[in-house]
C-alpha cells in the first residue's frame, strides 16, 4: 500500500492544488471566473432575517366553497337536476333537491370517479362529505380534503414567496415548509427586512372593476376604500380581469404628468376581455382593486385594445417598483401572517465568525502539538495532511458554493478530529506490527491494510448520520451535515492518498532505521 505510481502521484498532486487554490478564493482575489466562486455565509454568520409565516387558510376555504357552489350548480343544471337554495354557512354548503335526485346526488359525490368530488385512492377518502340534514343537503370538506387544500395552498405560497424574494435579489435564501401551514423563510445579509415583511404581507390581490351605482347590479355590489383609508366607492363584484392575466409590470416615469406609475401588458385572453369591457364601458369608471383596496378609479375616455396599461395612485418609484414586483410574481393563494420574527444584526454574526474561527484555531493548535509530541515525523506529516485535508474541505463547499453556518464551522471542527482519530488508528497499528516484523515497509504496510477495515466503518456510520441529518434536518442542521458529510470524503482521501504518500516516501528513505516510529 505505500507504493504508488507517477500518474497516481501526479493525479493526488493535480487534485489537491486545484481545490487548494479554488479555497483560498475566499482569500483573495482571482481574474479567472472559476477561481471567482466563495463559500456564502449563513444567517446567523453575517446576519439577516428569519421570520416563520403562517397561512390563514380562512379565506382559502371560503373562496374554494364559493366555486364549488358554482360548480355544483353547473353540473347538476347539465344533468337537468335543478339545485336550489344553495348557500354557504359557517364552512359548510347547504342546498336543496326534489326526492327523486336525492339518489343521484348521492351516487354522483359517492362515485369514486367522480369528477365532482375528486377521490384519493390512498387515503380512501373523497375530498367532500355529503350528508342528508331535515330539509337539504350539507357538503363540507372530510379531513383529507382538508389537508390536500392546505397542502396546496401551502405549495402555492412557497413559489409565490419564492419569487417576491428572487426578484429582490437576496442571497441563498432558505425558504422551508413548517407542517400544512407554515413557512420559514432565512435570509442571511438582508438590509431591508421592513420591506421584505411588506411584501410577503400582501396577498397582491388585483382586480379590475366597474365603479357602479346601481345597488341591483346582477353580479353583487360592495363598498371599497380607496388607499387613503377615508373615500370609497360602490364596485360590482364582477372581475372584469384579474393578476393571473397579466404578462408583465413594471415601474415608469410618465413624463406629461411628471409622476410615477405602474406599466402593465395582459395575456391574450385578458387583453381580449380588456379590450371588450373598455369599449363598452366608455365613460364610466374602472377601479383598479389590490387586496381590497382602489389604488384608482380611471375614467374610461377609449377603447384600450392594445392589451396594455398603467396604474397610477401618486407612487414613489419605490413604491412602484414593489407593486409591479408583487404583480409579477403572482397573488399569494391566502394571507401570511408573521408569527416569529428575529433579526441578526453583522455584528452578532461577525462575533460568531470570529468565536467560531478561534474555537477552531484553537484546536487545530492543539492537535498539531499533541500529535507532533506523540508521533514525531509522523506527527509532523499528519499535521500537514490536516492542513491540506482543511483547504480541501474549504474547496469542495467554495466550488459548490454552499452556505457556511456557525454549525458548519462545528463540522469542520469534527472533521478535524475525524481525520486525527484515523491517522492515530494507522500509528497504533503500525507499532502494533513492528513488535513482529523487523521489515520496516512490511510492517507500515500492513498497519495502512489492517486498520483500513476500522477507519472505513466509522467514517461510514457517521456518513449515515450526516445524509439523515441533510433529509430530516433544515437550516443550521443542514449546514452542520454538509460540512460534516463533505469532511469525511476528504478525510479518507487526505489519510489513505496524501499522508500515505508521503509516509511512504519517507519509510522508503529509511526502511532501515531502527524505531521509525
Do not use: C, W
Amino acid at each position: 500500500m505505500l507504493y504508488f505510481s507517477k500518474l497516481r502521484i501526479f493525479f493526488i498532486v493535480i487534485f489537491s492544488t486545484i481545490f487548494v487554490l479554488i479555497a483560498s478564493s475566499n482569500l483573495f482575489k482571482f481574474d479567472d471566473d472559476f477561481f471567482k466562486k466563495k463559500i456564502n455565509l449563513g444567517l446567523d454568520l453575517q446576519g439577516g432575517s428569519y421570520l416563520l409565516l403562517e397561512i390563514d387558510n380562512g379565506p382559502v376555504i371560503e373562496q374554494k366553497l364559493q366555486n364549488l357552489t358554482t360548480t355544483i350548480r353547473n353540473y347538476f343544471k347539465d344533468k337537468n337536476i335543478k339545485v336550489t337554495n344553495i348557500k354557504i354557512d359557517n364552512q359548510n354548503i347547504f342546498f336543496d333537491v326534489s326526492d327523486q335526485n336525492k339518489q343521484i346526488i348521492f351516487d354522483t359525490f359517492n362515485d369514486e370517479n367522480s369528477e365532482l368530488n375528486p377521490y384519493y385512492p390512498r387515503f380512501k377518502s373523497h375530498q367532500l362529505i355529503l350528508e342528508e340534514t331535515k330539509n337539504n343537503f350539507k357538503v363540507y370538506f372530510s379531513k383529507q380534503g382538508l389537508i390536500a387544500l392546505k397542502t396546496s395552498s401551502q405549495d402555492q405560497a412557497i413559489e409565490i414567496v419564492r419569487r417576491r424574494i428572487d426578484e429582490i435579489g437576496t442571497n441563498e435564501p432558505n425558504i422551508l415548509k413548517r407542517g400544512n401551514n407554515r413557512i420559514l423563510v432565512e435570509l442571511p445579509g438582508l438590509d431591508d427586512p421592513m420591506r421584505i415583511k411588506s411584501l410577503l404581507g400582501k396577498t397582491a390581490n388585483l382586480t379590475f372593476r366597474f365603479v357602479t351605482k346601481n345597488e341591483n347590479d346582477t353580479f353583487g355590489v360592495e363598498k371599497l376604500k380607496y388607499e387613503n383609508g377615508i373615500d370609497e366607492s360602490t364596485v360590482s363584484k364582477r372581475i372584469i380581469i384579474s393578476g393571473d392575466n397579466l404578462l408583465d409590470a413594471q415601474p415608469r416615469m410618465d413624463s406629461q404628468n411628471n409622476e410615477t406609475i405602474v406599466s402593465f401588458s395582459l395575456d391574450r385572453v385578458g387583453a381580449k376581455r380588456f379590450g371588450k369591457a373598455t369599449s363598452t364601458g366608455i365613460g364610466k369608471q374602472l377601479a383598479i382593486v389590490l387586496d381590497g383596496r382602489i389604488i384608482s378609479a380611471p375614467v374610461i375616455r377609449d377603447t384600450i385594445a392594445s392589451g396594455s396599461g398603467q396604474i397610477s395612485g401618486g407612487f414613489t418609484f419605490q413604491s412602484a417598483t414593489d407593486l409591479a414586483l408583487l404583480l409579477r410574481s403572482g397573488a399569494l393563494p391566502a394571507p401570511l401572517n408573521i408569527i416569529e420574527e428575529r433579526t441578526v444584526g453583522p455584528d452578532l454574526g461577525q462575533d460568531s465568525i470570529d468565536a467560531g474561527m478561534i474555537a477552531l484555531a484553537i484546536g487545530f493548535i492543539l492537535v498539531i502539538i499533541f500529535m507532533f509530541i506523540k508521533y514525531k515525523i509522523f506527527g509532523l506529516i499528519t499535521n500537514i495532511t490536516l492542513i491540506i485535508n482543511l483547504f480541501l474541505l474549504l474547496g469542495i463547499l467554495t466550488l459548490f458554493e454552499a452556505t457556511l453556518t456557525l454549525p458548519g464551522i462545528a463540522g469542520i471542527i469534527l472533521t478535524v478530529g475525524m481525520a486525527v482519530d484515523a491517522n492515530v488508528l494507522i500509528f497504533e497499528r503500525i507499532k502494533e506490527e513492528l513488535k513482529n516484523e523487523n521489515n520496516n515497509i512490511i510492517a507500515f504496510d500492513s498497519g495502512y491494510t489492517k486498520s483500513r477495515t476500522a477507519i472505513i466503518d466509522a467514517n461510514i456510520t457517521t456518513l449515515l448520520a450526516a445524509i439523515i441529518l441533510f433529509f430530516m434536518g433544515s437550516g443550521p442542521v443542514k449546514g452542520f451535515s454538509v460540512t460534516l458529510g463533505v469532511g469525511i470524503f476528504t478525510t479518507l482521501f487526505s489519510v489513505y492518498f496524501i499522508a500515505r504518500l508521503i509516509t511512504g516516501i519517507y519509510v522508503t528513505k529509511n526502511k532501515y532505521k531502527d524505531k521509525l516510529i
